[in-house]
């Protein structure tokens, strides 16, 4: 059974602090890798997007990425409190499995 | 560009029913994926479709079955309710290769009584 794990939370920050979201997953084959942010009683958002192994940034965010350990991170600089929702690390195996794994997703608090 | 849209956005069934769900993907979008999430198994994979084939399938029952039709719309049909049925259930659409971001629609919330 492919496996997608993240901490369920809550993990609380303070504004403007830097958040750090932690993801592993246990399929080795894995090539893709996403970031989703669910608010409550919406549908999750695309925040970043993940291929290769390193930093990839996009204005706040940062993620990164290490293959040979089998671990995807989402950093969160300058936190708002418009950021606070669960935030759902996907993986994708690719090949001929053509379906996205999800964690359970981490809650993230932003107190002003 | 219009997004995904799911209809309808709220069902309220009892068990023994069968309910069908539609999505409407992203205009130029050949796959439309499904997932059920609830709060206790967070978004679980029910299938994918691409091109009117359905290209995998999740752990779900038999009474979980999908199609999808040669404009890309699809709908999933769940048949002899039960109470654990009681879900969001989200569509997403993408292009369909591994790379492709998927894109969600907001979803039909499911009660059965």
């Known amino acids: 059974q492919k496996e997608v794990e993240q901490n369920s939370g809550p993990l609380s920050v303070p504004e403007g602090a830097i958040a750090s979201l932690n993801c592993t997953y246990s399929d080795r084959g894995s090539q893709s890798f996403f970031w989703y942010r669910q608010y409550s009683g919406k549908s999750p958002e695309l925040i970043m997007s993940?291929?290769?192994?390193g930093d990839k940034e996009d204005g706040r965010f940062t993620a990164q990425l290490n293959k040979a350990s089998q671990y995807v991170s989402l950093l969160i600089r300058d936190s708002q409190p418009s950021d606070s929702a669960t935030y759902l690390c996907a993986v994708h195996s690719g090949g001929s499995n053509y379906k996205l794994t999800f964690g359970k997703g981490t809650l993230l608090t932003v107190n002003p | 560009k219009a997004g995904v849209t799911q209809t309808p956005r709220y069902l309220i069934k009892t068990r023994g029913q069968q309910v069908t769900l539609s999505c409407s993907p992203i205009s130029g979008h050949r796959s439309v994926s499904w997932y059920q999430q609830t709060p206790g198994q967070g978004l679980q994979f029910l299938f994918e479709?691409?091109?009117?084939?359905?290209?995998n399938k999740g752990n779900f029952p038999g009474r979980f079955s999908g199609r999808q039709f040669s404009n890309s719309r699809s709908e999933m049909n769940v048949s002899t309710l039960e109470l654990g049925d009681s879900a969001l259930y989200l569509c997403?659409?993408?292009?369909?290769?591994?790379?492709?971001?998927?894109?969600f629609g907001a979803g039909t919330r499911l009660s059965v009584l």
């Open positions: 479709y691409f091109s009117e084939t359905q290209r």
């Open positions: 997403a659409s993408s292009l369909g290769g591994a790379r492709n971001i998927q894109y």
């Open positions: 993940i291929y290769s192994n």
